[in-house]
């Protein structure tokens, strides 16, 4: 038995990232656990707001810097209101996104150095991070037809999903810590054994 860990997911929008949040929430209740789980960005109050300006008011002009300093305000907020208590009682918690996106979507994909970005996140964020990053890597054409036609302010941008998809697999996360890929082809059950066989294998 695999011992509690902040764990986040990512990848691209469409990826099913979701449904493999929702997967290992059930099977890790079935071995009696109950984990938080969160998304980013929201979770809180403060979170909630910023997640309204982010992707649902597009008349708000935002400088791709000033969303990423938005980004990580709410990410702060969600550790220090929800993940730290969780963690001190010794139970599990998934995020769905970290900080690995604001690398992806603000860094690499809309055109941010990445390295100025890293250390930008690694000042702010210091030991405020997950155990393990599982992302879900989904061919973007794939993710594409999922999202369809109600792109949000990020995924709309032309030929964006297609540079998110690339950022997952080259960006670096901080160092120190840990990254799987999980090839996120096939049923949601069979990406489900992958990502457990992963993250038991990551964290024993
Ligand atoms: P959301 O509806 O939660 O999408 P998903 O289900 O794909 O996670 O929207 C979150 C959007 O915000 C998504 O397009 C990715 C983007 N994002 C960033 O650009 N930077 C970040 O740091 C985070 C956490 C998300």
Redesign the pocket.
């Known amino acids: 038995m695999v011992s509690p860990a902040f764990i986040a997911f990512e ?5 099913g ?2 449904t493999q949040i929702e997967l290992l929430r059930q099977r890790l209740r079935n071995d009696g656990c109950e984990p938080l789980v969160v ?4 979770g809180t109050a403060l979170g909630e707001e910023v ?1 309204n300006i ?2 649902h008011r597009e008349e708000i002009a935002l400088h791709v810097d000033t ?2 300093l938005l ?2 305000a ?2 702060v907020q969600l550790f220090e209101e929800k993940i730290r208590p969780t963690l001190a009682a010794d139970e599990w918690v998934i995020s ?11 860094g690499w ?2 055109g941010r150095d990445v390295d100025a970005l890293r250390r930008l996140i690694s000042v702010v964020l210091g030991e405020r991070r997950p155990r393990l990053f599982v992302v879900i890597d989904t061919p973007w054409e794939i993710c594409q037809q999922r ?1 369809g036609d109600s ?5 709309g941008r032309q030929g964006f999903l297609e540079k ?1 998809a690339d950022g997952f697999r080259s960006c670096a996360a901080l160092d120190g810590d840990t990254v799987i890929h999980i090839d996120g082809e096939g049923s949601a059950d069979d990406v489900a054994v992958r990502v457990w066989e992963g993250v038991c294998s990551a964290l024993s």
């Open positions: 990848g691209v929008d469409g990826s990232k979701s998304r980013e960005p929201g997640r982010l992707l969303e990423a980004f990580l709410s990410r769905d996104r970290f900080y690995l996106s604001t690398l992806v979507y603000q994909a809309a999202v792109p949000d302010r990020f995924e998110v």
